[in-house]
């Protein structure tokens, strides 16, 4: 079989070796998504009211902050890890960079804020 039969043209061109570990990610981002937002809703619905002293009072706690700081990072990354595999199909040429760079400023600028929000919160912030 020679360079201009199908098999030919193929060869050497398998698997990049990254989409199995991306594709695990992915899923465990999901599943840690799955139960931190089950704990999230769950705590929500124990406090005594959903006005704004009452979630500052929570989030104030170890106990609560802990586990937002978590959401955040697992509920950004698997973003961050979903939209990449959308920009790769979908994106082609040097529209894709630029896709990828701005979904890299997106999701670190977003994490960062909510981490910095849940911080000054939970350390006493007014």
């Known amino acids: 079989m020679g360079a201009g039969t199908e098999l030919g043209r193929v060869r050497g061109l398998g698997a990049a070796k990254d989409g199995v570990h991306h594709w695990w990610l992915q899923r465990v981002t999901a599943v840690a998504n799955m139960l931190l937002m089950l704990w999230f809703i769950f705590s929500l619905v124990r406090l005594p009211g959903l006005d704004h ?58 994490a960062a804020a909510a981490i910095f929000a849940v911080l000054k919160i939970a350390l006493g912030a007014a």
């Open 53 to 110: 002293a009452s979630v500052i009072l929570w989030l104030r706690q170890p106990v609560a902050a802990v586990p937002m700081l978590l959401t955040i990072v697992s509920v950004f990354w698997h973003l961050r890890l979903g939209v990449q595999v959308m920009l790769e199909d979908y994106v082609q040429g040097s529209a894709r960079v630029v896709a990828m760079l701005a979904l890299n400023f997106y999701a670190l600028a977003g």
